[in-house]
């Protein structure tokens, strides 16, 4: 019976781009782990901690007896970058000697882990092969971040992604489609767009706000005026965030299981078309394809 290299704390969570990536954690959870729309790690066997050296590194030498041509590893779980830059180095070097094909190794990122972490550290991770960085923003508005407890700023984010940017990294960056509400609809979706602009991130993502486990922890926290968006909501508030980003060659996708509009293009060659979809969805319901009720997801 086939056992795997690795003895995973569920739940395991990755970038929808890393399917094809070795999953090696190097910590539990989240260390900020307090934002009122996630519910990643929230279960008690996700506590935050960082895992101890000696387990990681069986883990790596366990995967390297196991698996044959690695080319990928996603750092996990939530929050790899909170480790001081030494031992991301000496984890980068312990892959690197077990996978010679390594090609890249990424993770998330919190912006407020990059706050201590000089352009410098970050041009060594590059060099010992993290080549992406995945950053939650989920908004550029700061009424919106305070209300959901993110525990950032748009200066924060726009700081990290400014150092990702100089050390030559590759930035991944996520928004939240309706994490505003109605209330806060069209200052989420043009500071956040104002936020984007300012980073000109590699690769920007669009996720629609949802609640599995109900939204009561979410309220507490928003504020008794949060109304969720409808369809035509979300879909106006993605026209208003398409029509103020001003970005050079950024790949746009909006195609994660949670949205009911599939949108894809590179920004800004493919604004208009993309925002051509989006009033098509508006003004003619049933014209444009959508993702059924069912056919959605996390």
């Known amino acids: 019976m086939?056992?795997?290299?690795?003895?995973?704390?569920?739940?395991?969570?990755?970038?929808?781009?890393?399917?094809?990536?070795?999953?090696?954690?190097?910590?539990?959870?989240?260390?900020?782990?307090?934002?009122?729309?996630?519910?990643?790690?929230?279960?008690?066997?996700?506590?935050?901690?960082?895992?101890?050296?000696?387990?990681?590194?069986?883990?790596?030498?366990?995967?390297a007896k196991s698996l044959g041509g690695v080319k990928r590893v996603f750092l996990a779980d939530g929050d790899a970058m909170v480790l001081p830059t030494r031992r991301l180095l000496e984890i980068l070097g312990e892959l690197n000697a077990a996978f010679p094909e390594l090609q890249r190794v990424a993770s998330y990122c919190l912006p407020r882990n990059l706050a201590k972490k000089t352009v410098e550290e970050l041009k060594q991770l590059r060099e010992a092969g993290l080549k992406i960085l995945y950053v939650?923003?989920?908004?550029?508005?700061?009424?919106v971040l305070r209300r959901i407890n993110k525990g950032e700023t748009w200066e924060s984010t726009r700081s990290a992604l400014v150092k990702i940017r100089e050390a030559g990294l590759t930035s991944s960056v996520m928004v939240l489609n309706g994490l505003g509400g109605e209330t806060l609809s069209r200052q989420h979706a043009i500071n956040t767009a104002t936020l984007c602009n300012e980073t000109q991130p590699d690769y920007l993502s669009t996720l629609v706000v949802s609640f599995p486990q109900g939204e009561a922890r979410?309220?507490?926290?928003?504020?008794?005026?949060?109304?969720?968006?409808?369809?035509?909501?979300?879909?106006?508030?993605?026209?208003?965030?398409?029509?103020?980003?001003?970005l050079d060659r950024t790949i746009f996708r909006s195609d994660h299981a949670s949205n009911y509009l599939i949108l894809k293009g590179?920004?800004?060659?493919?604004?208009?078309?993309?925002?051509?979809?989006?009033?098509?969805?508006?003004?003619?319901?049933?014209?444009?394809?959508l993702r059924a009720e069912w056919q959605r997801g996390l």
């Not at 959870?29 to 101890?52: D, H, I, L, V």
């Open 266 to 289: 590179t920004l800004g060659r493919d604004k208009q078309a993309l925002l051509d979809q989006v009033n098509l969805a508006i003004t003619s319901p049933g014209a444009v394809p």
């Open 136 to 143: 939650g923003m989920e908004s550029g508005d700061d009424e």
């Open 218 to 246: 979410f309220r507490e926290g928003f504020g008794a005026d949060f109304v969720p968006l409808s369809q035509q909501g979300l879909f106006e508030e993605i026209k208003t965030f398409l029509e103020h980003l001003e």
């Open 2 to 63: 086939y056992s795997f290299p690795i003895d995973y704390v569920e739940p395991v969570f990755r970038p929808p781009s890393e399917a094809k990536s070795l999953i090696l954690p190097v910590t539990n959870g989240c260390s900020w782990n307090k934002c009122t729309f996630c519910e990643m790690y929230t279960q008690p066997q996700k506590k935050f901690r960082a895992r101890k050296p000696e387990d990681v590194r069986k883990d790596i030498e366990n995967a």
